[in-house]
């Protein structure tokens, strides 16, 4: 059975971090690009950074560009989000997501990918 599981996020103050986890079973990971998207409330799901199979393709929304980074342990079967300097506007619901398509880099829309997990609420508020 094919699942993706989020966990790590919760409330923190503006300027602060988190370190979002995405554990997969079922899944080679090496198989597969891996994303993170962004729901905040009201709004539409949005790419926030994406990793491609091998890790040779990094790609991040211009809103977190610097303050985020993607990781992916193939070994262990996890992808990572660390997030630091959080904002108000960082506030929403994370997903990962995994993609079996065959193109050669990871994209930041949500058609790109087929598999996702439940997300995990982040809130940043003082």
């Known amino acids: 059975q094919l699942q993706l599981v989020e966990s790590g996020g919760g409330l923190v103050q503006p300027g602060g971090s988190l370190r979002l986890s995405c554990a997969a079973s079922?899944?080679?990971?090496?198989?597969?690009?891996v994303g993170w998207f962004h729901q905040a409330p009201g709004k539409e799901r949005e790419g926030v950074s994406c990793?491609?199979?091998?890790?040779?393709?990094?790609n991040y929304a211009d809103s977190v560009k610097v303050r985020f980074t993607i990781s992916r342990d193939n070994a262990n079967h996890t992808v990572y989000l660390q997030m630091n300097s959080l904002k108000p506007e960082d506030t929403g619901i994370y997903y990962c997501a995994f993609s079996s398509f065959l193109q050669a880099m990871c994209v930041m829309t949500k058609g790109g990918y087929n598999y996702w997990g439940q997300g995990t609420q982040v809130t940043v508020s003082s």
């Open positions: 990793k491609s199979r091998r890790g040779g393709n990094t």
């Open positions: 079922g899944f080679t990971l090496v198989y597969f690009h």
